[in-house]
Structure formats: C-alpha cells, structure tokens
C-alpha cells in the first residue's frame, strides 16, 4: 500500500488539511461532546494520540474525520481508549500508514483484524476477543457498517469521500474536495447549512429557497432534512 507521506503533497493535503473544528466533527459524526474528538486527537493534556494528524493544528481534516468516526462505532462496543491506542500504534506501522482507521475495509479488513487479535489477547481483553470471534462474525459486521457511504482511493486504499446518509440523503457528501469539506449537496456544490439558512429565512418555503438558489426543491429538502437530523 501507498504511505501517505510519500503521495504527491497536491494530492494529500485536501485530504489531510484542516476543515472542522472539533464541535463540527462531534455534530456531524453525533458525539456528546467535542471533548472527545480533542482527547482522541491528543490535544492539550490528552494523550497519548489516538488519532495522529497531518500536521499541529486543533482543525480536523477529512482522514482525521474518518478515523475519530471509526474510532466513535468501537468506543461504542465497549473497547478501550488504551486497546484502541494500542491498535492504533501496531496498524500505523504494520500497514505502513498514519491514518490505519480511515483505510478500505475491503482491501485491509483482514490485516487490521488480525492486529485487533493481536491486541486483545496481549491485553486478556475479553470484550475485544468476544467481538472478533462472536456469533456472526461480529467484526466484519461493524466493519462493512463503517463502510457505508464511503468511496475509498482504489491505489491507496484510504476513505475518498462520504455520504453519511446514502438511503435518507444521497445527495449529501462530505467531500474534502468541495466546499472546503462541508456537508453539501453533490450535484450543485452547495453546503448543506447555506440552503438550509436559507430555507429558514424563507419561513421554510422549498419552493423560495430553491428560487433563490436556482436549483431544484429536491436538494433544498435534502439539505433541509440533513441538516435537521444532526441536531434531532
């Protein structure tokens, strides 16, 4: 696989590059707190890192997004922040990349298994090991999960874009490479929060927004209803 650091900088720095701030990437990915995503990010008194960044910054970048989403579903299985720091640490350098939780899981799913194994049974964690060989083989189950909505590099192997909502939304993208990675509606580039403003100052006409923006009413009710989700 191809180490990030040795991709073409024009290529890796709309990827890696700040473009949320901690209460931007809690709300998208519906964390109780932007705590979290700064504990996770190691900054100030937290450590150590659990998700390592491209460069200092407090923003968050699209793979820092990625990873803090990934790490989000396995916090939520009951693993441990030290398991998962642990993990964190051997995948980085067994699959020779900085941001192992933001790779395909169809090309890597295997490897990062095998170093979850690894893992849980230096640390006898009992929870971990009941997750990698539980009924249903639960692992491949949240990982396909994760996968959702997730367009991966075919060469790198490293999350592209993001559709959080490809049944209810599918419109909506989260794209580094538009709107400086704002939630927005793909086909017309505008963010999510924009038309919804909009739509909001229109005393909530579709039609009035849709007019202002010269786009359709579908998008307009796209963004309407993402918009509202994440703070439901």
Same mark, same amino acid.
């Given at each position: ?22 209460? %931007? ?32 910054? !407090? =923003?968050?970048?699209? $793979?820092?997004?990625?990873?803090? !989403? ?10 441990? #922040?030290?398991? #998962?720091?642990?993990? &964190?640490?051997?995948?980085?350098? !067994?699959?020779?990349? %900085?941001? *192992? ?30 997750? #990698? ?25 490293? &999350?592209?874009? $993001?559709? *959080? ?21 793909? *086909? ?6 924009? #038309? ?14 849709? =007019? ?21």
């Amino acid at each position: 696989m191809m180490n990030v650091a040795t991709t073409d900088i024009n290529t890796a720095k709309p990827l890696v590059g700040g473009f949320y701030t901690a209460s %931007e990437a809690s709300r998208l990915l519906g964390l109780s707190s932007s705590t979290m995503v700064h504990r996770w990010l190691g900054h100030g008194n937290f450590s150590p890192t659990l998700v390592k960044q491209y460069k200092e910054t !407090r =923003d968050v970048g699209f $793979w820092d997004l990625m990873e803090i !989403r990934f790490v989000a579903y396995f916090r939520k299985q009951n693993i441990s #922040l030290q398991n #998962l720091r642990k993990i &964190a640490a051997k995948a980085r350098e !067994r699959l020779d990349t %900085e941001h *192992p939780f933001a790779l395909s899981n169809v090309k890597f799913k295997t490897d990062r298994k095998s170093i979850f194994s690894e893992v849980s049974r230096e640390e006898n964690d009992t929870s971990l090991e009941d997750m #990698l060989t539980g009924q249903m083989s639960f692992y491949e189950v949240v990982e396909d999960f994760l996968a959702q909505g997730v367009v991966f590099d075919p060469t790198s192997g490293l &999350a592209k874009n $993001w559709r *959080p909502e490809p049944n209810d939304n599918p419109h909506v993208i989260v794209d580094p490479r538009i709107a400086h990675g704002q939630p927005s509606i793909e *086909p017309i580039k505008i963010p999510t929060k924009a #038309l919804f403003g909009i739509c909001k100052a229109e005393a909530f006409s579709y039609a009035a927004a849709a =007019d202002w923006y010269e786009v359709e009413e579908e998008f307009v009710r796209e963004a309407v209803d993402f918009e509202l989700r994440l703070d439901g």
